[in-house]
């Protein structure tokens, strides 16, 4: 069975927050310090707080959501991505991927595909990608993105961050 694509409620919070804090754990181990990402992905009552109030807030999160009903709530939600007009002062496009994330059993799955598709579709785009996640980076090649040159540091973990920059997809 295939995983069901769908915008996140309230009441998804808990599980889209176990989601976010094991991807970290999940694709971040090695690229940030680990007593750093132990710190980050340590409190899923808070992120919890936090993605309740996203959601409240109206911010759109799209929710893959495991196909085996009987999982725990630290399962149910196995992707997510979520868009958004760009942050950047200096903006190269009026859109912004702001997070994608599919835990580690789905990778290659192609449910990563699907979750860009439904939250830019083919629309010119940005998005900030931790430097050193190579497979992030060629996840987003694949799909025409390609680096701008713009380089910052990340303060939430500490390490360096690029900016990648699609244009209109035909």
Known sequence: MEPLIRRAEVADAEAGAWCHLLCWRETY????EPAVLAEKTGDVGRRTEKWAGAIEAGMVRWIALNPDPSVSVE???IGFSSPGPSRDEDAPTPLELYAIYVREKWWGSGLGY???D???GKEPASLWVLEGNQRARAFYRRQGFAEDGVRVHEPFFGVPEIRM??????
């Open 118 to 120: 439904v939250a830019i």
């Open 75 to 77: 399962d149910r939600v």
């Open 114 to 116: 699907r979750l860009l």
């Open 165 to 170: 920059v699609r244009p209109a997809v035909p």
């Open 29 to 32: 181990g090695g690229l940030v």
